[in-house]
Nanobody, 122 residues
Framework: QAQLVESGGGLVQPGGSLRLSCAAS????????TGWFRQAPGKEREGFSC???????YYADSVKGRFTVSRDIANNTVYLLMNNLRPDDTGVYYC????WGWGFDEKLYKYWGQGTQVNVAS
């Protein structure tokens, strides 16, 4: 059974860092495109980063230069390193994977994790 599990969320002060993990089971994540999405309180879920099956990385302007997506093929896991976090980065963070779809549109992704909460506050 294909499954994604996110972890690594928590409370961090502005300017701090967190690393989120997205662990896959039931399929090889390196064969898939993986996207990162987040939903801030009272807002719609938005995509902001993805790594395609070839390992190329893409970022929305809102996180470019602060966030880095990477993958560990041996551990079947994709990571999101978030630096210089800001209060407006607060939200529930999701990873998603799809064999064909990629980018920042959530409709393109088949598999989703349950989400992990990130709170940026002093």
């Amino acid at each position: 059974q294909a499954q994604l599990v996110e972890s690594g969320g928590g409370l961090v002060q502005p300017g701090g860092s967190l690393r989120l993990s997205c662990a896959a089971s039931g399929f090889r994540l390196d064969f898939y495109h993986t996207g990162w999405f987040r939903q801030a309180p009272g807002k719609e879920r938005e995509g902001f980063s993805c790594i395609d099956s070839d390992g190329r990385q893409y970022y929305a302007d809102s996180v470019k230069g602060r966030f880095t997506v990477s993958r560990d093929i041996a551990n079947n896991t994709v990571y999101l390193l978030m630096n210089n976090l800001r209060p407006d980065d607060t939200g529930v963070y999701y990873c998603a994977a799809d064999l064909w779809g990629w980018g920042f549109d959530e409709k393109l992704y088949k598999y989703w994790g349950q989400g992990t909460q990130v709170n940026v506050a002093s």
